[in-house]
């Protein structure tokens, strides 16, 4: 069993080399939240859906884009679906309980977003907004700790080790992506639910961003990126509860730059997209859309909507059933628009280019972070470090959370120490 260090008064003193990481990827988030102007909302809605869904994954929680999409319409969908929607309506309401104004982060936020993420789920539905009541571990046995992974704190720890975390959430004292780094380890290794953890602990990454004013619109999708190392993650988190809050505040710092940099490449995209229909529409008829058209309506409302049944959409911009449905057949006929379901009744209809971006942003950002030699460094000097600890006792005690030199030999790109080959891709 571990006891986690409490971490209220945690003081992080960046190294320099750090700092400066901290410092680009806190610009690289401003400059994606100040752009984009009359696409923002359409942008902001694409990244929490980007967010939710890297998220299940980093959980084995996989869907198609498509099933994700008739899950976020209502439509009946697999239990994977639905369970990536709930995880984007629980950051929804994580995010919005800071008010974009400062206010603090209680745990009465943290146990509503768990209720709404696991309220649909059959096993879990009666422990929804629940802390937990009895020991749970990870890995090993169904049935007993032996062999697991970690052991997290006894169920009677649990409300006293959130309430610390949230003196270190809601301060304003602390470098932000420090914060979000070390209050995400610590969440995870309290892990105060019987499940949901890992998304409500990174749904708290955005909450903590926008509390803090890093960003006033958007999502920062950082689990893309650590999904993409996802093996790594998991090895950071182990760092973190042996003290070592450096390389998951460096992980942060990359997943922040490169998830940043992608979506704002998203939203430039999205942009595009209302001239690029219209010129495909000119390509195929000879003619533009005419103005103030069903047609013309339609792709008007495809950024902000992109799930829509042709009632929706009827309502949506005010045009009679049969003008809105001759429309969607004739988008859906230029490839605009795209069917979700097999049926011909009742369909439900989605911008095939805004879903496509969606999946297109994960594998670019997926990319970024598979050829950055940063993350390469940083994960030869975690594995060097687990390996030197491995032989450690167990029964310690906590270990302060600390910041140790071997930060900056992977922000700078010293060699690590230990027997690993910084060149070999360990995971």
């Not at 859906?49 to 929680?61: N, T």
């Not at 950051?91 to 309220?119: K, P, Q, W």
């Not at 052991?151 to 006293?160: D, I, L, Q, R």
């Not at 859906?332 to 097999?342: H, V, Y």
């Amino acid at each position: 069993m571990s006891l986690p260090p409490r971490i209220g008064d945690f003081s992080a003193a960046l190294p320099a080399s750090l700092a400066a990481r901290c410092d680009a990827a806190m610009a690289a988030i401003g400059r994606l939240d100040a752009a984009h102007g009359k696409h923002l909302a359409s942008l902001s809605a694409l990244l929490l859906r980007a967010e939710s869904v890297a998220s299940s994954k980093i959980e084995r929680v996989e869907a198609s884009v498509e099933d994700f999409a008739r899950a976020a319409h209502g439509t009946r969908s697999n239990a994977s679906a639905i369970s990536m929607v709930a995880s984007t309506r629980a950051l929804t309401v994580l995010i919005d309980a800071t008010g974009g104004s400062g206010r603090s982060i209680a745990l009465g936020d943290i146990l509503e977003a768990h209720r709404i993420l696991m309220a649909d789920d059959p096993d879990e539905r009666p422990y929804a907004g629940a802390l937990r009541d009895d020991q749970n571990w990870i890995g090993g046995s169904d049935h007993s700790p032996r062999g697991a992974l970690y052991v997290p704190p006894p169920a009677e720890t649990v409300e006293g080790y959130l309430a610390d975390l949230l003196e270190l959430a809601n301060r304003d004292d602390v470098p932000v992506l420090a914060q979000a780094a070390v209050v995400h380890a610590q969440f995870e290794s309290i892990h105060p639910f019987g499940d949901g953890n890992g998304r409500i602990g990174r749904a708290l990454v955005n909450a903590i961003l926008r509390r803090r004013g890093a960003t006033t619109s958007v999502v920062v999708p950082v689990a893309t990126a650590l999904v993409a190392k996802r093996e790594a993650y998991f090895d950071l988190l182990t760092a973190y509860r042996r003290g070592d809050a450096g390389p998951i505040i460096v992980a942060f710092a990359l997943a922040a730059t490169s998830a940043a940099r992608e979506s704002a490449t998203t939203g430039r995209r999205l942009a595009d997209l209302p001239a690029a229909w219209r010129e495909r529409h000119r390509a195929a008829t000879g003619r533009y859309p005419r103005a103030g058209s069903a047609t013309s309506r339609v792709l008007e409302r495809l950024l902000d909507d992109p799930f829509f049944s042709v009632e929706e959409m009827e309502r949506a911009i005010g045009s009679s059933g049969s003008s809105t449905s001759d429309a969607v057949r004739r988008l859906a006929g230029l490839g605009i628009l795209r069917g979700l379901t097999s049926r011909t009744r009742n369909q439900v209809w989605c911008a095939g280019d805004i879903i496509d971006e969606l999946e297109d942003l994960g594998v670019r950002v997926a990319s970024a972070t598979a050829a950055d030699p940063v993350w390469r460094r940083l994960q030869a000097e975690v594995v060097a470090g687990l390996l030197r600890h491995e032989g450690e006792e167990s029964g310690r005690g906590p270990r302060p959370t600390r910041l140790p030199e071997a930060v900056s030999r992977v922000v700078d790109g010293t060699p690590p120490e230990g027997r690993v080959d910084q060149n070999k891709n360990v995971f």
